[in-house]
């Protein structure tokens, strides 16, 4: 069974940064590209950063380059979202995800709050 598991949401400053982690469990991850998702409330589900199974390769939406940044380490099963320079807009609940064979995996998210 795939588990994942979001961590280091809350409250920010506009201007401020969060680092998000995702803690991956049931079977190795290290053959999987892992990506970051976020969602508002009436919105779709929007794709905010991927990397590839080595961390050889990462992407991200244009709104964010140069401000976020997604690692991984895959001898603890962790990627992480280290984003900088928040802005009320980017007000989401994250999620990170996996496709394995077909499936999309999702964790149930973390909360970021991007408000003075």
């Known amino acids: 069974q795939v588990q994942l598991v979001e961590s280091g949401g809350g409250l920010v400053q506009p201007g401020g940064s969060l680092r998000l982690s995702c803690a991956a469990s049931?079977?190795?991850?290290?053959?999987?590209?892992m990506t970051w998702f976020r969602q508002t409330p009436g919105r779709l589900r929007e794709l905010v950063a991927a990397?590839?199974?080595?961390?050889?390769?990462?992407n991200y939406m244009d709104s964010v380059r140069g401000r976020f940044t997604i690692s991984r380490d895959n001898d603890k099963n962790t990627v992480d979202l280290e984003m900088n320079s928040l802005k009320p807009e980017e007000t989401a609940v994250y999620y990170c995800?996996?496709?394995?064979?077909?499936?999309?995996?999702w964790g149930q998210g973390t909360q970021v709050t991007v408000s003075s």
């Open positions: 995800s996996v496709l394995i064979h077909s499936n999309r995996y």
């Open positions: 049931g079977r190795p991850f290290n053959t999987a590209a």
């Open positions: 990397i590839t199974e080595t961390g050889g390769i990462t």
